[in-house]
C-alpha cells in the first residue's frame, strides 16, 4: 500500500529509536510476571502511545488444558544474615525474587536457605531470572560471588508477596483494515527487568502498531500484549474465531540486541509470512539466518500447536539462550541501543509493507510479448531504477501473472527486489495489459 511505502520512506527512524529506547527506559524498573500489578503497570506505559484495551481474565478460568492461575503481586523481599546485614534487597533489583515465590518470613539455616538460592558459577557477578509459576516454592536469585561468601548461621528470610484469587491481565490492540483478514504481531510482557527479552519486543510492536495507526491497509492487525504460555493460550482459548482469521503472524521478542537477525519459520514453513520475511532480510544486506520450526521458544508453539497451526514464525536478534546475558541482569538497559531497536522495527514495516501489496495480477494480453513502445513502457519510466532494470522487471511481471503468481514470488523467481516488482506492476496496471488477480478481501 501507498501509505505504508510513504510512511516508511519518511519515518524519522532517529526519533523512533529514541522514543523506544524511552520507553523502555520506564519499563525496565516494574516487577512484572505472568499475572498482578506489574503486567497492568506496564500496559498503562504502553498506553501512552496506542489506546490498547485492558482484558482481565478471571483466575481459575479453564483456557484448554490449563487454568489462569492466582494473581502474584510482591511488595517487597530481602535476606538477613547471620551478622544482622541485609545482603539481598529486592528493591535493588526485582530479579533478586523467584518469580511467583510464595509469601514467607522466617528464620532458616545455610543449608536450607541453599535450597531456594539460584545463582550463575559462569558468571558471578550476573543475578539470573527464575521463575516457578506452577510448583508453589520460595527462593532468591542472587550473584555467585556473594552466593560464596555465605557463612554458616542463621539467616532471616523475608517475602512479602501474595498469591490470590485475581486475574490474568493482557493489552489487545487492532488496527482495522478494509478486510478483517488478519495480521497478528504478538509479544510477552511477563519479563521483570531484563530488555532485550521481553521489552525489546514489547517496544517495537507498540511502535508499529502506533505507526500503522490511521493508514489504508488491506489486511486488519491485531497487537497482542501477553504473558508467555499461558497468555496465549489464554487467548486463543476465548478468540477461536478471530485465531480462525489469522492470515499471517509474527512474535515479537530480542529485537534489541546486536546480533544478526534470525527468523524463526512457522510450522507450516513456507507459509506466505515465512517467504516475505525471508525475501525482506535476504533484500535488507543485513546478516540473517533462517531456521526451521521447533516446539519451544516463544508464544509460537501455541499459535503453531497442530489443533490451530496458525502461520505465525518469529523475527528476532539473537534467539533465546543463544546470548549469555539471556535470563540474567546483564539484559539491562545497556544490552539493547536506539540503533538495534530502530533496525529491527524497519525490517518489521518492511514485512508489512510487503504483505500489504503482495497481489496476483493476470497478464491480458499472454500470447507472445505484448508491444510496449506503443504503450509508453519503454524507457526511462521507472523513476528511481535505471530503464534497463525496470525493463527486466517489466517482463518477468508480464511472463509470470499468470493469475497464479504473486509479485513476491515474480520477485523470488526474478532475483528482484519486491519494490521494483512492485512499480513494474504498477506501471503495466495503468496500461491494458495488466489487470488486478484473485486476491485476499
Ligand atoms: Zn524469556
Known amino acids: 500500500m501507498h501509505g505504508i511505502q510513504k510512511n516508511i520512506r519518511t519515518l524519522n527512524l532517529n526519533t523512533q529509536s529514541e522514543e523506544m529506547y524511552r520507553q523502555i527506559e520506564k519499563l525496565y524498573p516494574i516487577c512484572r510476571s505472568i499475572t498482578g500489578d506489574g503486567v497492568r503497570k506496564t500496559l498503562d506505559i504502553l498506553q501512552e502511545g496506542i489506546p490498547l ?40 533489583s526485582n530479579l533478586h ?12 539455616s545455610l543449608d536450607e536457605l541453599k535450597q531456594h538460592l539460584f545463582s550463575l558459577p559462569d558468571h558471578p557477578d550476573w543475578i539470573p531470572y527464575r521463575t516457578s509459576y506452577y510448583s508453589e516454592n520460595w527462593g532468591f536469585c542472587i550473584r555467585h560471588n556473594q552466593f560464596e561468601k555465605l557463612s554458616e548461621g542463621d539467616y532471616e528470610v523475608f517475602i512479602d508477596s501474595s498469591l490470590e484469587q485475581g486475574h490474568l491481565t493482557y493489552g489487545e490492540y487492532v488496527v482495522e483494515g478494509q478486510t478483517d483478514l488478519e495480521v497478528l504481531i504478538s509479544t510477552h510482557i511477563c519479563h521483570p527487568s531484563l530488555c532485550n527479552d521481553n521489552l525489546s ?12 495507526t490511521g493508514l489504508p491497509l488491506r489486511y486488519t492487525y491485531r497487537f497482542l500484549f501477553i504473558p508467555g504460555t499461558i497468555g496465549s493460550i489464554t487467548w486463543l482459548a476465548l478468540n477461536e474465531p478471530i485465531a480462525s482469521r489469522i492470515r499471517h503472524g509474527l512474535v515479537a521478542v530480542c529485537l534489541g540486541d546486536a546480533g544478526r537477525f534470525t527468523y524463526k519459520k512457522s510450522r507450516q514453513g513456507n507459509a506466505e509470512i515465512d517467504q516475505v520475511v525471508a525475501h525482506v532480510l ?76 503482495n497481489s496476483r495480477f493476470l497478464n491480458t494480453n499472454p500470447k507472445c510479448e505484448p508491444k510496449l513502445g ?54 503495466l496496471s495503468k496500461t491494458d495489459l495488466l489487470k488486478s488477480g484473485d486476491n485476499p478481501g
Not at 481459575?60 to 523481599?77: H, M, Q, S, Y
Not at 525474587?97 to 532458616?108: M, N
Not at 519486543?201 to 500503522?212: F, M, T
Not at 504473486?406 to 519486491?418: C, E, P, Q, V, W
Request: hydrophobic fraction near 40%; include cysteine.
Open 53 to 92: 484495551t485492558k482484558h482481565e481474565v478471571e483466575t481459575g478460568t479453564k483456557v484448554f488444558d490449563w487454568k489462569v492461575p492466582l494473581e502474584w503481586n510482591i511488595r517487597d523481599a530481602y535476606l538477613i544474615d547471620p551478622d544482622g546485614e541485609k545482603i539481598v534487597d529486592f528493591k535493588e
Open 97 to 108: 525474587v523467584l518469580s511467583y515465590s510464595s509469601p514467607i518470613h522466617r528464620t532458616v
Open 201 to 212: 519486543g514489547n517496544v517495537v510492536s507498540a511502535k508499529l502498531a502506533e505507526i500503522l
Open 282 to 357: 535476504k533484500q535488507s544486506g543485513y546478516p540473517f539466518r533462517i531456521i526451521d520450526f521447533f516446539p519451544f521458544g516463544y508464544d509460537e508453539r501455541q499459535y503453531c500447536s497442530p489443533g490451530f497451526n496458525l502461520p505465525v514464525g518469529c523475527l528476532m536478534r539473537t534467539p533465546h539462550g543463544e546470548f549469555p546475558e539471556y535470563h540474567t541482569s546483564a539484559d539491562n538497559l545497556d544490552f539493547v541501543s536506539p540503533e538495534n531497536l530502530a533496525l529491527s522495527l524497519s525490517m518489521y514495516l518492511q514485512v508489512v509493507d510487503v504483505l500489504e501489496s
Open 374 to 427: 506503443k504503450r509508453g513502457l519503454y524507457g526511462n519510466i521507472g523513476g528511481n531504477y535505471d530503464s534497463h532494470t525496470f525493463q527486466l522487471a517489466i517482463l518477468w511481471v508480464l511472463n509470470q501473472s499468470d493469475g497464479e503468481n504473486t509479485l513476491l514470488d515474480i520477485a523470488r523467481k526474478s532475483g528482484l527486489g519486491f519494490d521494483l516488482i512492485k512499480a513494474a506492476a504498477a506501471a
